[in-house]
C-alpha cells in the first residue's frame, strides 16, 4: 500500500510515536500498544491498530521490539530518503515555513529559499541558505528537488508556478491565494489561509 492511501490522521499520529519511542529507548528495550496510548493520550484499539499495520503485530505480554518499531516508523514517514523541498518567496510567510523544523519528522527537508529581491546567496541560519531567484532552476536539478513552496504575493503566482514546472518541480505547495493552472501530472495543494480562519470566525458571528 502507498503512503498516501493512509489516512491523514495516521500520518499526523506516527512522528508522535516515533517521538515517544526516542524518549524511552535509553530506558526501555519493548513497549506495548497500552503504555503508549497512556502517554500519548490516544485511544488503545487505534495505537493497536496502526503499529501492527505499519510494523506487524506485537508479542502478546510482550510487546513491540523499540529500536525495530522506530526503524519501521522511520522507514514509511521516509526518513532514510528525505524528499527534498524548495521555497520561493522568501518573505515573512516564506521564511518562517523554511525555519520550521516540523517537515522533517514527516521525511520532508526544505532545502533553500529563493526569492527576487535577493542579489547574492544569503545566510537564513545554520546551513540554511536565501538565494536569488535567478539560482532556482539550476538548484532543482542539481540537487534532485522534487516539490515547490509557492509564498509570493497572488500577482507572482502564476509565473512562480510556471518556473517551477519548467524546472522540473512535480508537486506544488502554494500559499498564495491565487489559482493556479498547472499540468495535469503535477501535483497542486493550495493552503488558503484566509479562507480557514473565515471558517472558524464564522462561529462567532451569530
Not at 21 to 40: D, G, M, P
Not at 51 to 75: A, F, M, R, T
Not at 113 to 132: G, H, I
Request: aromatic content about 10%.
Amino acid at each position: 500500500m502507498k503512503k498516501n492511501q493512509f489516512s491523514k490522521p495516521l500520518l499526523e499520529r506516527v512522528p508522535l510515536y516515533l517521538k515517544y519511542l526516542n524518549s524511552i529507548k535509553q530506558k526501555e528495550k519493548r513497549v506495548s500498544a497500552t503504555l503508549i496510548s497512556q502517554a500519548l493520550n490516544l485511544g488503545e484499539v487505534q495505537v493497536r491498530k496502526d503499529l501492527n499495520l505499519l510494523s506487524g503485530s506485537g508479542k502478546p505480554k510482550i510487546g513491540y521490539e523499540i529500536d525495530q518499531l522506530i526503524v519501521n516508523l522511520e522507514e514509511f514517514l521516509g526518513k532514510s530518503k528525505r524528499v527534498k523541498v524548495a521555497l520561493i518567496g522568501a518573505g515573512k510567510l516564506g521564511k518562517a515555513l523554511y525555519g520550521y523544523g516540523g517537515f522533517e519528522e514527516y521525511g520532508v527537508e526544505v532545502c533553500a529559499a529563493f526569492d527576487t529581491y535577493l542579489t547574492q546567496t544569503e545566510v537564513f541560519r545554520d546551513d540554511k541558505y536565501l538565494y536569488p531567484l535567478e539560482l532556482f532552476s539550476d538548484y532543482v536539478r542539481d540537487n534532485d528537488i522534487s516539490i515547490g513552496i509557492i509564498a509570493v504575493p497572488e500577482s507572482s503566482a502564476q509565473k512562480t508556478a510556471d518556473l517551477m514546472v519548467k524546472s522540473g518541480i512535480k508537486a506544488i505547495w502554494n500559499f498564495a491565494p491565487s489559482k493556479l493552472i498547472v499540468p495535469e501530472d503535477i501535483l497542486l495543494r493550495n493552503e488558503n489561509m484566509a479562507a480557514s480562519l473565515a471558517v472558524l470566525a464564522s462561529a462567532f458571528k451569530d
